[in-house]
T-cell receptor
Framework: ELKVEQNPLFLSMQEGKNYTIYCNYS?????LYWYRQDPGKSLESLFV?????AVKQEGRLMASLDTKARLSTLHITAAVHDLSATYFC????????????FGGGTRLMVKP | SAVISQKPSRDICQRGTSLTIQCQVD?????MFWYRQQPGQSLTLIATANQGSEATYESGFVIDKFPISRPNLTFSTLTVSNMSPEDSSIYLC??????????FGSGTRLTVV
């Protein structure tokens, strides 16, 4: 059974600081996804990582994938309040467009 | 990316009743996925719905409680049956499209009283 673990589960940080969210998964996969969820809202796709070594950046967020270590990171640079949300990583369980298994989520609060 | 219209967006229901949630996709897709997100929790897959065949349910979810229909390649419904307060959650449908990108519906926030 595929397990996806995120840490930390909760992160409170000051504006302007940098931090990294980690996503570990238990079985071979080279499809990893990052999503953002605002309270009461659906999921917003942030990044789709489809190969080992993939790195993608959008604004203050950068995601990377190491399939050998079964690890993805979401790095936040110079955080701003608007980044406050819950972030989920998810893994495609068999690289065939099937179900996603989600991590537990990281609730990020950026304080002014 | 596919666009999904999900409704209702929210509902408050009496225990013992049933609610049917609909998802309409703007393109044909082979598989549709239904997820549940309990308050403060992550997303858990309920079932995968293929057109023309029975849905495949994940461990802990049964067809009698969560019947699914998939009459064509653009539409699916999930019914939450005989509801109890423990069914209060957000329910989301999802499809996978080009570029291995998954799209999610806007979600149905269900409160059972």
């Amino acid at each position: 059974e595929l397990k996806v673990e995120q840490n930390p589960l909760f992160l409170s940080m000051q504006e302007g600081k940098n931090y990294t969210i980690y996503c570990n998964y238990s079985t071979t996969s080279d499809r990893l996804y990052w999503y953002r969820q605002d309270p009461g809202k659906s999921l917003e796709s942030l990044f789709v990582l489809l190969s080992n070594g993939a790195v993608k950046q959008e604004g203050r967020l950068m995601a990377s994938l190491d399939t050998k270590a079964r690890l993805s990171t979401l790095h936040i640079t110079a955080a701003v309040h608007d980044l406050s949300a819950t972030y989920f990583c998810a893994v495609d369980s068999n690289n065939a467009g099937n179900m996603l298994t989600f991590g537990g989520g990281t609730r990020l609060m950026v304080k002014p | 990316s596919a666009v999904i219209s999900q409704k209702p967006s929210r509902d408050i229901c009496q225990r013992g009743t049933s609610l049917t949630i609909q998802c309409q996709v703007d393109s044909q897709v082979t598989m549709m996925f239904w997820y549940r997100q309990q308050p403060g929790q992550s997303l858990t897959l309920i079932a995968t719905a293929n057109q023309g065949s029975e849905a495949t349910y994940e461990s802990g979810f049964v067809i009698d409680k969560f019947p699914i229909s998939r009459p064509n390649l653009t539409f699916s419904t999930l019914t939450v049956s005989n509801m109890s307060p423990e069914d209060s959650s957000i329910y989301l449908c999802s499809v996978v499209g080009q570029g291995a990108r998954y799209t999610f519906g806007s979600g149905t926030r269900l409160t059972v009283v």
